[in-house]
């Protein structure tokens, strides 16, 4: 009993902090969520409006244009990020001449800011000045210009992101992989299991708790993701690369609209919950019952 | 006048001079005194003008009182971002916000601004002898409420212009070969037809003689606020659609149907015309804001183009930043037909007169001290090296001065256009909605820059969607 109370004095300070800059600020917003507000508006007022704003958001285009366009976001640069991130960790495993060297320079891109990323990208992929456009046009004869081509402002975006994260992945399975017991593995090889059996069945269900609390990560990153595409493209061309985040941020900030803004903040926060709920389910879930 | 008489004079004006300078800086330093311990905080976007501020008045006023001054220089989307949070909070982080002229209207709706008018009659010690509102030109004019007090001391004001390349205009292997082609001369274009013109040649030029040299600029961004103005400040007025379109009068209608001219023949005209050059402009044209118009001409890319006067200075004097310093002409930008006489006619403008001031808001702890700070900034005594460093213009007296007169040689005129044909300019119409219009609307504008949506159909949907929005802000019944 002692030691429990002497754990809830110590844990006081921070759940204080908790409170106040966690768990209020997140009741403010479901708050306003249910309310119109726009400074900016003849009645600059919050007025309740019980659950219209959520009823509007279920047929709101370019709401439902920006999710569009971020699960998709979401869908080829965490799995690129995932698959690149393990077979570099892989790689990280061997011996070769310069790794050190060439693992500093894979995790460079990871200490960097995310508006200096954008910022980069953006000079690089400027048509006339940038670096990417100009060889892409004098080795293949390709014309890449990110403000009128919906397709190469996706893209870029996606490989953007794949540089900037990957090294985050490959760093939490190096991790993961340095910590395997040998004993299995020596075990299926004296079984005769090939290098694909060996990957199903061992290296990935022991390492499948550091890939999923990486995924949680990434995941919930890649739904936010407003500073590197704000910088990059604006949310263009058009609305192509308008994610959910750059979405919140043009209802909310230049359009005040603080109650619609904050509805939708709340809907993605619940979509997060649950998308890491059934990522949760689906791949630890059977591993318990068949520990079960 | 003999020598002795000569030395005599002299002395007397040293004298006077220096008596004069040595009671203003006993002033500063009686004024600041109660005001020791404060430190002013501003934020403002990180422009020429601005970048002034926080790196000669700013600290020339510190050692001056005594008063502290962190000028915080941002982003535009970030400056406001700031104000706008810290004034609604009510926090009170800042003492001195920048308000842009056409975000002024906002700002005054939601009593977000001290009346500096009102806050210096009710202190006159604050009052500063060098100091006064007849001093700025009427662009002050914009930041008055509907009292007449001034809201804002302005701190930078400029046109938005059409440059053009002295250099490729006067070349004669150029002027020839333009004759040839289009049987005229080759001088800066009063119409759209003759700016397209010599838009055409010049591209056509850069391709002929493998040089990266185009037509026209194009602030064509496809998902920045920048294309947005561009269209509806720069494009439209010239094509005689003014205020957005939007009639205030009219129960704010945007669409002809309504009584507005956001869809307008003459709007869509404007728009077509304008694609028109967006695609022979230099390719970064679809990424471009004001500030990589600027670069662009800067780098000696395009032979003409609309461009900010904020960045006519560097463009056209800045050996470190700038390509073609000398060879910068100015001009009016080309019209309709009828446009100009209607506009001579007290009915619309020919284009955005652009700026800003320095307010102090509502909820600034430190509002005497900030006063201050905006007196000095707003003296005439500190207006000329400040219009030479960043081509902006807020007091009258600022064209005489010499160096402003040197300066105005090297820029091809541009102050001299700013003081005589300033008057055929116009800030942003006193709409308390702009952000929220503009962000309505941009999305189509957009798709209609990407070419997804054609630029009659996309007009019209915009005009539809800013009545909409009107109709949701309260503003349209």
Redesign the interface.
Known sequence: MQSNKLGWILLAPTLVILFFFGVLPFLYVVFVSFHQWNPFAASPEMIFNGAENFRRIVFDDAFLNSLGVTVMFVIFAVLSELVIGYLLAQAFMKEFPGKSIFRTIHTLPLIMAPIIVGSVWKLMTTPSIGIIPHYLDEWFGITMNIGTSAPAAFMTIVIMDIWHWTPLVTLTLIAALVSLPRDPFEQAQIDGANKAQTFWHITLPMITPALVATVFIRLMDALRTVDEVWMLTGGGPGSSTRFLGVHIFKEVFPKTNYGYGSTISVIVLYLTIVVCWLLYVSMLAPRKNRKG | MNFALKVGVSALAMAVASSAAYADDAFWKEAAKPYQDVTLRGVTESTPPSNYIREVLAPEFEELTGIRVDIETTSW?QM??KA?KDM?AGTGIYDMVFIEQDIVY?YL??DFLTDTTKLLADNPDLKAPTYSEDNFTTFANYFRGENGDLYGVPMEAFIKIYLYRTDLFNDAEIKAAFKEQTGRELVPATTHAEYAEIAQFFTKWGEDHDM?LWGTTAQ?????PASWYEFFETIAPTFGVYNWGIDADNNFAASVANGGEMNSDEAKEAMKWWLSMRDIA??????STWT?VGTTFGAG?VAQGLVYGENAGWIAADETKSLVVGNVGVALPPLQDGVMEEVEGGTGYIGYYDGGAFGIPSTSKSQEAAMLFLQYIGQDEVQPDWAVAAPRVTNKTTYDAPKVKAMNEELGGYYDLLRDKGYLFAGAPAY??H??V???TA?IL??I????LGPDEGLDQMAAKAEAELT????RK
């Open positions: 989307d406001y971002d706008i609604e906002s709706a939601r990266d064509a961004h496809t998902g920045h230099p390719p970064e044209s679809n990424a990589e890319r308390p909605f952000a929220q503009r962000e309505a999305p957009y798709q820059l990407t070419g997804d949701d802000l309260g503003y």
